[in-house]
């Protein structure tokens, strides 16, 4: 059997690294793939962009895949899986209409009040004058969210008045991201600040049946101690301690049942993966701050790490409509994995550094890459994340210390991660 993955990131590289492992496939492309992808001999990388949909689907029909695994939200919201279902080809991911639960804010938020979905109460607006006035009478701390993709870096926790009103000129006025929503033009999401403890919780969708992956945990901020300007996730573990049994239940009746059934309803059946941002109070009560319509990056290689059973096997159940008969099997050991990240990193990322240092693969210790690429046979950085360094431990510690000792041999220009990743788990 023949696989194609979408994507460029780490997340591609862990999904197409697991895929690979199973019983009955014989290749796996990667497109557009990485350097780690390009080095991999068990993959082959494939130079389509992610979301030239046409030139994707025309490869899986030249190539008979069999199956088509989507990663980034950018193919999503291009509609890649739209044409490929057009065209008879097997494809797992949502359609272009059901990925605004991720490439809309304003969509999933009004989603989730119409369903009933426990989330943070919010205004959304696309007149800054408007706005400003909204987070002048709410008061911070208050948080900002451009409605549409902005490569994780579209939010702002702003912890004063000062810093909201100068997230809206950013966002909103000035478009500094250059985002905009379905209807053309910026607009933002204004919403409640929720308290508690943050995890991610990741589902896999047929239209009707769910099966849970490993929960796992993000570090969005830059700096140690949770300090800084938020990023695409600096590293994670699985699984997350403050996701307990009570916890999950409700995660599962409150949240993600619901959000099925609302899709279906609204005439748009969710398959793929769906990933639920929580924020969980101190009594153990979720609370939704964001959908995916993906696997979370860094969250993938942790739990790609941990998970046992035939990745393949599991997404063809999946475009099946048979998630009913699966129940997946998971190393009891915690992943967690660990950024390296260039210079300027979250907003003017360098480019071109070479990387040296780069261990073996093991069964216990993988780099996962992200923006690496290879210039004149030497690997070299290609974007913010370049590198995700994930481990397996009997104990959050071990983990990380396998991991952090895995790091340090790795060296590139200007390199940068935190020292803190898991510290959470830690500390309960």
């Not at 690979?20 to 350097?35: H, L, M």
């Not at 910026?186 to 990741?202: H, K, M, N, P, Y």
């Not at 990056?297 to 046992?308: A, C, G, N, S, V």
């Not at 431990?393 to 983990?399: K, L, Q």
Request: proline share 4%; charged share 20%; hydrophobic share 40%.
């Amino acid at each position: 059997m023949r696989v194609l993955v979408i994507g460029n990131g780490g997340r591609e590289h862990a999904l197409a690294w697991k895929l690979a492992q199973g019983e009955r496939v014989s290749q796996v492309y990667v497109a557009p793939g990485n350097g780690g992808t390009a080095r991999d001999e068990r993959l082959e990388t494939v130079p389509i962009g992610m979301t030239d949909v046409k030139a994707l689907a025309d490869f899986a029909v030249e190539q008979k895949i069999t199956l088509t695994v989507v990663g980034p939200e950018a193919a999503l919201a291009a509609g890649v899986v739209d044409e490929f279902r057009a065209r008879g080809l097997r494809i797992f991911g949502p359609t272009k209409a059901a990925a605004q639960l991720e490439s809309s804010k304003a969509f999933a938020k009004d989603f989730m009040k119409r369903h009933g979905i426990p989330t943070a109460a919010y205004e959304t607006f696309s007149d800054p004058a408007a706005a400003h006035a909204y987070v002048d009478g709410r008061g911070a701390p208050i948080v900002i969210k451009a409605d549409g993709l902005a490569a994780g870096k579209g939010v702002v926790v702003a912890m004063t008045l000062e810093e909201a009103h100068e997230a809206i000129t950013w966002i909103l006025e000035d478009n500094k991201l250059g985002v905009t929503h379905n209807a053309g033009g910026a607009r933002v999401v204004i919403e409640d600040f929720l308290a508690g403890e943050e995890a991610s919780f990741i589902v896999v969708c047929d239209g009707k049946h769910v099966v849970s992956l490993a929960t796992s945990q993000d570090h969005k901020r830059l700096l140690d101690g949770d300090a800084g300007p938020n990023t695409g996730g600096m590293g994670a573990y699985s699984p997350a301690p403050v996701v307990t049994p009570n916890v999950h239940a409700k995660v599962m009746h409150e949240i993600i049942q619901p959000t099925i059934a609302g899709m279906a309803k609204d005439g748009h059946p969710f398959t793929g993966f769906l990933y639920a941002g929580l924020m969980i109070d101190d009594h153990g009560q979720p609370r939704t701050v964001e959908f995916n319509t993906r696997m979370g990056d860094p969250e993938t290689q942790p739990i790609m790490m941990r998970l046992k059973s035939d990745l393949f096997e599991l997404m063809m159940h999946a475009t099946d409509g048979t998630l009913d008969q699966v129940e997946l099997q998971w190393d009891r050991r915690v992943a967690l994995g660990v950024v390296l990240a260039a210079e300027g990193y979250p907003l003017n990322p360098r480019k071109g550094d070479a990387i040296t240092g780069l261990p073996d693969d093991e069964d216990e210790a993988m780099v996962f890459h992200a923006g690496t690429a290879m210039a004149d046979g030497q690997l070299v950085t290609s974007g913010g994340r370049v590198l995700c360094v994930t481990a397996l431990g009997e104990s959050v510690r071990t983990a990380a210390q396998r991991a952090y000792d895995t790091a340090s041999g790795i060296q590139f220009a200007g390199r940068q991660y935190r020292s803190d990743i898991g510290h959470r788990a830690i500390k309960r």
